[in-house]
């Protein structure tokens, strides 16, 4: 499972997208403007990202320009309507890894995102580690020191996502809009009990564990203060 970043304005498209990655197990956070893209990158940690070329304001090349001039060394694909060959050397000269003229199927998205992914330079590592914990991507396993943790598959993407985002604090809206953003039905009670059944699983009866609840802003993965 990769964790992805998506700039497209179209909502129609970036919803097709992210319903689709995430029914193939990937995390994606979608932005609508090359300003936020840029501020995501720099902020959180991501395995690649999929850019629209033409979007309102800063676009995809220029955002993309702008990302490789700062060191930025993440794998970007790039979306456009764009097909002379042109276009597509001015967006590889942007930086991009590589390119996807639309309309495209789905199936070529993913083809193309696991070949930027499997890139050598561009490989990111398979474990995740806090404190004790030790999150397996590959694997899809959770270690407490020697004892192993059976997650649900939304529990495992919940962690994974608090792990690469440690120390942070995250309401249940804003966790519901970014890991449940497919499932209209979905709500923020049931944010709540996923991170309930999560909290028991890695943190035990613990009064000071690892998942905490910070009254009036919402849920913090940090390493328990007992173990510093």
Not at 150 to 161: A, C, G, Q, T
Not at 220 to 227: G, Q, R
Request: glycine share 8%.
């Amino acid at each position: 499972m990769a964790k992805l970043l998506l700039l497209e304005d179209d909502q129609g498209l970036a919803s097709q997208v992210v319903s689709f990655l995430n029914s193939r197990g990937h995390t994606v956070e979608w932005v609508t403007s090359g300003e936020e893209a840029i501020d995501r990158l720099r902020l959180y940690q991501y395995d690649a990202a999929v850019f629209d070329w033409v979007v309102d304001g800063l676009d995809g090349r220029s955002a993309c320009a702008e990302y490789r001039k700062s060191g930025g060394k993440l794998p970007i694909l790039m979306l456009t309507g764009k097909g002379q060959v042109n276009d597509r050397l001015s967006g590889f000269d942007a930086g991009a890894d590589d390119y996807l003229t639309k309309p495209f199927v789905s199936e070529e998205l993913l083809a193309r995102l696991r070949a930027i992914l499997r890139r050598p330079s561009q490989l990111v590592s398979e474990i995740l580690e806090l404190g004790e914990l030790q999150l397996n991507l590959a694997s899809r396993t959770l270690l407490k020191g020697s004892e192993e943790i059976s997650l649900m598959p939304k529990e495992f993407i919940v962690l994974e996502y608090m792990m690469r985002n440690r120390n942070r604090i995250f309401s249940a809206e804003e966790l519901l809009e970014r890991l449940w953003s497919s499932e209209s039905d979905s709500t923020e009670a049931a944010v709540r009990k996923c991170l309930t059944r999560l909290r028991s699983k890695i943190d035990g009866a613990n009064e000071i564990g690892y998942l905490s609840t910070v009254k009036g802003f919402g849920y913090k993965l940090a390493v328990p203060k007992s173990d510093f």
